[in-house]
């Protein structure tokens, strides 16, 4: 039969039960169930029970309203909202922690992200600025605001904050893809090969052999693009950028059969239509 009891309301029992009340023990009591309360909600965020987690953290506020700590858990709390796809009630939650500590760049930072997920991009922009201005060397507000910059085809930009963040970390592997990206879309596939190859070292996945084939093959690379090709499929026999990848190759090899065939199975796989079609548009004059 279902139970009548909230999770955080059976947490509260057991609790009871483990720790009777007992006399000039109360402020220990407060805090022992503040701290298991936290302890619970991060086991739960652990096994994906993100509302479960968002009740342990209230009650843990609830315990123990003027622990310090507190904003830091109203801020996983909107992360969690987040998580659960509720964007609008986690940007109130963030914006109340917000308003608590604004100096806090980790809210700052759950907010703008949060913004950017509401495609409000103007405002979380205007918070990435923010997060930067109160600490420079917070290395992932350069990375998201030069994402966010890419999305809004503003390349200097991005190129100048993904720059910044690998100063800042200089090993990270999603570093050096975000700046891949950048000179991918920026024609510089000579640039952007070398970082495709470091992270094919660290993660040989389809996707990167994809990115780099398409590298090679836009400075006329065949047999290495062919290469690349091969050993993503081995990856991922399913992916549909390499079949494009390779209506390319035949493309140049004038192999128009076998282009045409590699451009319907790359469609079939879910390659956008309109940049298969473009593949066999005769050149404008």
């Known amino acids: ?129 923010k997060v930067i201005e109160m600490d420079s060397t917070y290395a992932e507000a350069y990375y998201d605001r030069s994402a966010l910059y890419l999305t809004e085809k503003k390349m200097a930009e991005a190129e100048a904050d993904a720059t910044k963040y690998l100063h800042l970390q200089p090993t990270n592997l999603q570093g050096k893809l975000l700046m891949a990206v950048i000179y991918t879309n920026t024609a510089r596939p000579a640039d952007a090969i070398p970082l495709y190859t470091e992270l094919i070292k660290a993660k040989p996945e389809a996707a990167y052999y994809s990115a780099r084939a398409m590298c090679r093959l836009a400075l006329d690379q065949l047999a290495e693009a062919s290469d690349d090709i091969a050993l993503g499929l081995e990856q991922n026999p399913n992916d549909g950028e390499l079949y494009f990848c390779r209506a390319v190759l035949n493309i140049k090899r004038f192999r128009e059969e076998d282009a045409k065939a590699d451009a319907a199975k790359a469609q079939e796989l879910g390659v956008n239509p309109i940049r298969v079609k473009a593949l066999f548009l005769e050149p404008k004059e």
């Open 1 to 129: 039969m279902k139970t009548p009891y909230s999770f955080a309301t059976i947490c509260a029992l057991i609790l009871s039960i483990l720790m009777p009340a007992l006399p000039g023990a109360v402020t220990a009591r407060a805090e022992s169930h503040y701290l298991k309360y936290v302890e619970w909600g991060d086991q739960a965020i652990a096994k994906g029970k993100y509302a479960d987690a968002i009740e342990c953290f209230r009650e843990a506020m609830r315990a123990e309203p003027s622990n310090p700590q507190n904003v830091m858990l109203l801020s996983n709390v909107g992360m969690l909202q987040h998580y659960q796809g509720q964007d609008s009630l986690a940007l109130h939650t963030l914006s109340e922690a917000r308003a608590i500590a604004p100096g806090s760049v980790v809210i700052l930072m759950n907010r703008a992200r949060i913004l950017q997920s509401l495609n409000r991009l103007e405002d979380a922009m205007a918070d990435y600025n």
